[in-house]
């Protein structure tokens, strides 16, 4: 029997003053992935909080209610779920606010969480994270974890500022040996057809060729660095960015206004895609992910550069002192 994994996921609004809306968004997004025999689904950043935190210091308990409905929803599905959310996390020090992906299995139990280390304005009084990327064990012994956001921009313009690690979080990567790389989005987009004199945003400020030139410079960085951390790290990348703008006002009709700040989709570990969605609009997404994806990698870069690709060979984790994760309970048929 060929060991893989359905991985999903849904490109889909948020919205930054609803959480209910919000949470029947990710409904759907689990009735489809239910439909399509999907393991583990994943969503943008901040999915279900929505992207204000000014909005959501006031509805906290609402938000945490909520990520409760969603997981019993797809518990119910028997869905794996990787959920961007904010999230008050009940840690060693107290109650602390965090910008998270969660991970749930299908059964309802969360068996990692991702805390966002590179936080912006943006993420308000959510706390950095203070730990090394955190690595956790799906089936068939594969090794995963989390990023989210400008954790996989590089963040140069942050490192080694105020705390912010030295060395970009994508360089930790590769000395982890991670088979997967689950990677939650929330990027600036704008509408395309905004008059400059409606824009709240400086880019928005712009003329339309200037603005549009600058679009298309941070699109480039950002796949850019999506395809050098699958490739450095020899690991593939399940990526999902929001389909609108911060601060849409819920209108389904302005959906597809405005192009995705990074691609949504499954990137290889040489830099390729192996599934990727439309750039515009609420999108659902699958791929087979096969359990020997890495190693095939790897050889095959091994092989072609007479096994001077790395130093070393793939780590034996059993005679290293690195921790092996606990092993989710992802249930598969």
Not at 28 to 50: F, H, M, R, Y
Not at 300 to 324: A, Q, R, V, Y
């Amino acid at each position: 029997m060929t060991k893989k994994i359905r991985i999903g996921g849904a490109q889909i609004p948020v919205h930054d003053r609803d959480i209910s809306t919000n949470k029947v968004e990710i409904f759907k997004a689990i009735d489809w992935a239910k439909e399509n025999g999907v393991d583990i689904l994943q969503t943008p950043e901040c999915a279900l909080s929505g992207y204000n935190f000014k909005f959501w210091n006031e509805h906290i308990e609402e938000s945490q209610n909520a990520v409760k409905e969603v997981v019993d929803y797809a518990k119910e599905a028997v869905v794996g779920l990787n959920l961007g959310t904010l999230y008050l996390d009940d840690e060693f020090y107290g109650s602390i606010k965090r910008n998270q992906i969660r991970h749930y299995a299908p059964n309802g139990e969360i068996y990692a969480i991702t805390n966002k280390t590179y936080c912006v304005d943006a993420d308000g009084s959510s706390v950095f994270n203070f730990h090394p990327v955190n690595t956790f064990q799906l089936p068939y012994e594969l090794k995963a974890a989390g990023m989210i956001c400008n954790d996989m921009w590089g963040a140069s313009q942050e490192t080694g500022k105020d705390y912010m690690p030295i060395k970009a979080l994508n360089e930790t990567l590769v000395d982890l040996h991670v088979d997967l790389i689950f990677h939650c989005t929330n990027g600036f987009k704008f509408d395309e057809k905004l008059d400059p004199e409606k824009g709240a945003n400086a880019i928005e400020r712009l003329p339309s060729d200037t603005r549009f030139v600058l679009r298309k410079m941070f699109d480039e960085w950002h796949e850019s660095w999506l395809k050098m951390t699958a490739f450095r790290s020899v690991a593939s990348i399940l990526t999902v960015d929001s389909c609108v703008y911060w601060d849409w006002n819920g209108e389904e009709e302005l959906i597809d206004k405005c192009k995705t700040a990074s691609p949504s989709g499954v990137v290889n570990p040489i830099g390729g895609w192996d599934v990727q969605a439309p750039r515009y609009g609420r999108q659902y997404f699958k791929w087979d992910y096969d359990a020997g994806t890495k190693t095939k990698y790897w050889n095959m870069l091994n092989e072609k550069t007479d096994g001077t690709w790395k130093t070393t060979d793939m780590l034996n984790l059993d005679s290293t002192k690195i921790h092996i994760p606990k092993k989710s309970n992802i249930i598969l048929p």
